[in-house]
Structures are given as structure tokens and as C-alpha cells.
């Protein structure tokens, strides 16, 4: 009976043990990530999609006649966990178009001429109670949303237009915004080269350089 008991706990050990290698080797090679539920528990970073912002997704259907509606499901929301839910998780709008046929299928409506996908971010500390949030800062809580177009889909759902997330749009102007960041985006190749010949360099050759350097660095 012990050495059951010993080859089940080397067997445990060594599976779990196998797993974590596999997830380390998976995450560093980018492969399998996404293809079950289960590589939810071996990847790397579990936690670093976390944010200082919170989110949520605004959908409005405009109509032919011009009117605008707001898109929910007429069985209600599903809150798989706590108080949000779960169109609110899918910040890649990976399923918005389903979820968008599947309104659209069972609610009565004019004929729909596109639909709108909107982002509402604002800081989480704004999601403190009143009373702890004036104890915490000395204020009111004056939550500001900030309201941002991510998808422009057609009446069935397929995407049309697509704008980046909040974030990547900040990033974006804070890149337009500096003249040095905008110079060199402006003068680099649209590729990523390591054929760099110096004889080509200095004799004026611009193939795979940037700004006459040589190698391209976007």
C-alpha cells in the first residue's frame, strides 16, 4: 500500500510538474495559448491583462428611418461572474457579431441599416463606494466616462469598420502628437529589414534604409 501510495504522489508530481513545463514552453514559443479552456492554468502571465481603467460595451442600431436603439438581449443579461456581463468581457469584440445576429434574430425592429459598437472607459478607482472613495481622495466622486468607437457592423453583424481600444488609441496619439516620433514614422520603410549593406549605404542606395541609415527600423 505505501508504494501505491508513493507512485501516485511521483505520478501527481510529476504531471503537474509537466504541465507547468509546458505551459512555460507554449507561452514562450506563442503556441496553444487560445486553444482550450485548460491552457487558461499554465500559461505564463496570467494577470497581466489587468488595467487601471474599467470598460464596457455600448451597442446602438440605427435604423433606416434614421432612429436609433440600443441593442440588448430581451432575455436579459448573463453574469457569469459577480455584477458584469459577459458581452463585457469580450474587449476584442471577437463575438460581437454573433451576439449581434442573435439580438437582431429575436426582437421585433425596423429593417436595420448598421450597427455601432461604442467603449466606455473611466478609471477604477471610481468604482469605490461613495463614502470610502471622499475618505480616500477628499472629494466627491465625480466619475468622467470616456466614450470611444470601436466597430461600425453591418445588420447582420459583420464588421465594417474597426478602430482600435482606448488604450491603443492613446498610444497612437501620443506617437502624432510627438514631431520626432512622427518624423521617423513618416521617413521609415514599412518593413522590418536586416539586409544591410554598407557599400549600398554609402554610395546613396535608400533600399531597406531609413533616413539613409541603412537598416529600416519599423
Known amino acids: 500500500m505505501t508504494r501505491v ?20 514552453v507554449a507561452h514562450a514559443l506563442k503556441v496553444g495559448l487560445c486553444g482550450n479552456t485548460l ?3 499554465v500559461v505564463w502571465d496570467m494577470f497581466c491583462g489587468w488595467t487601471a481603467w ?44 454573433r451576439h449581434i445576429r442573435n439580438v437582431l434574430r429575436h426582437t421585433a425592429h425596423e429593417p436595420i441599416d448598421r450597427i455601432f459598437a461604442i467603449e466606455e472607459v473611466w478609471p477604477k478607482q471610481y ?6 472613495y ?11 466616462s ?3 468607437l470601436r466597430v461600425v457592423c ?25 514631431p520626432r516620433l512622427r518624423r521617423q514614422s513618416a521617413n521609415a520603410t514599412s518593413l522590418f529589414s536586416t539586409l544591410y549593406n554598407p557599400n549600398a549605404a554609402r554610395a546613396g542606395s535608400t533600399l531597406n534604409t531609413s533616413n539613409g541609415s541603412g537598416l529600416s527600423t519599423n
Open 5 to 24: 501510495k508513493s507512485c501516485l504522489a511521483i505520478g501527481f508530481i510529476a504531471a503537474y510538474l509537466g504541465a507547468l513545463s509546458f505551459g512555460a
Open 39 to 41: 491552457s487558461y492554468f
Open 54 to 97: 474599467d470598460a464596457r460595451t455600448h451597442l446602438i442600431a440605427e435604423g433606416v428611418s434614421g432612429q436609433f436603439y440600443d441593442v440588448r438581449a430581451p432575455w436579459g443579461e448573463f453574469h457569469p461572474f459577480g455584477h458584469v456581463a459577459r458581452i463585457h468581457y469580450d474587449h476584442t469584440n471577437h463575438l460581437l457579431p
Open 127 to 132: 468604482n469605490l463606494p461613495p463614502a470610502l
Open 134 to 144: 471622499d475618505q480616500h481622495f477628499g472629494r466627491v466622486n465625480d466619475k468622467m
Open 146 to 148: 470616456y466614450y470611444h
Open 154 to 178: 453591418r445588420n447582420d453583424g459583420t464588421p465594417m469598420q474597426i478602430y482600435p481600444d482606448w488604450h491603443a488609441s492613446q498610444k497612437l496619439k501620443a506617437v502624432y502628437d510627438n
